[in-house]
């Protein structure tokens, strides 16, 4: 499990939102001038990380999230594409490209192209901000007037933030009640399940695939949750279609338990 352990915090890579047209959730495009401004946090397996983003263009990345700041990072904005570059390279080469998805509730990133695991595993995952506490509190209170499963979403990703994994996974359950064709909403439920229902993670990822069979994403959390369950071969095949579809990274990260597989397919 100690290869599971290394990527916990990479496997909600998960968590994305995604724009639908028929009705499934919409993703909200994140001006440059806005919005992202001001201090949001995340609770990961490796403990709080705090980010505060500078209107001049600068991230105060704090990892124990204890009001101290440890790396100063550059941020560039276009649209929905965050950009992040590393002042004087201390903590990685070269830049990172994320998409980036924001509700009132909660923000996230998701890769598009980055070499640096480091960096990946620190961005990746949902963060909210400082007063989840006061987000939740308001959520319970409308969710008692309302049976709008969205609610039981945006709560669930504040969990997932949180580091609450139970109590998400039990929101989305209640969301996927409804809407049965969120490709998204099974990989968060997925990525609650680690490591102690890998079976349960196969199958949502394969709930996952047959709505959105090019989603990079549900390729690798299959990936991971065969090769543990004892399927190398698959597993590493998964991770393969995940490289393929654009997460290049894991080329490198999965390469010394994959390289009988691949070098086999490759003669």
């Known amino acids: 499990m100690k290869r599971i352990a290394i990527f916990l915090i990479l496997m909600i890579v998960t968590v ?5 047209s028929n009705g499934q959730e919409k993703q909200t495009v994140i001006e440059p001038e806005n919005n992202i401004i001001g201090k949001w946090v995340r609770i990961g397996q490796t403990g709080p990380i705090g980010f505060d983003f500078k209107e001049n263009g600068l991230i105060e990345a704090d990892f124990g999230n204890d009001q101290t700041i440890d790396v100063v990072t550059k ?3 276009s649209g929905d ?4 570059i590393d002042k004087d390279g201390k903590m990685c080469h070269g830049a990172g490209q994320y998409k980036m998805y924001q509700t009132e509730y909660y923000l996230s990133f998701d890769l598009i192209e980055d070499d640096c695991g480091g960096r990946i595993k ?3 995952g949902f963060w909210t ?3 989840f506490k006061d987000l939740i ?3 319970n209170d409308e969710i008692v007037k309302s049976p709008n499963p969205e609610l039981h979403l945006n709560r669930a990703r504040i969990f997932m933030a949180t580091g609450m994994v139970d109590k998400a996974r039990e929101d989305f359950d209640t969301y996927l009640l ?3 064709l969120n490709a998204s909403v099974y990989l968060n439920r997925a990525g609650t399940r680690f490591s102690k229902d890998l079976i349960g993670v196969v199958s949502d990822c394969n709930k996952a695939i047959s709505i959105e069979p090019d989603n990079k994403n549900a390729y690798f959390l299959r990936g991971l949750a065969r090769y543990e369950l004892g399927e190398k071969e698959q ?4 991770f393969n279609k995940a490289i393929e579809l654009g997460f290049s990274v894991l080329r490198i990260a999965e390469q010394e338990k994959c390289n009988e597989f691949w070098d086999t397919k490759n003669k």
């Open 137 to 139: 509190k308001q959520l």
């Open 16 to 20: 994305w939102s995604w724009t639908i």
């Open 122 to 124: 620190t961005t990746m």
């Open 235 to 238: 597993g590493c095949e998964d």
């Open 178 to 180: 409804t809407d049965t």
């Open 75 to 77: 941020y560039e904005l």
């Open 81 to 84: 594409t965050i950009k992040f």
């Open 129 to 131: 901000k400082p007063n």
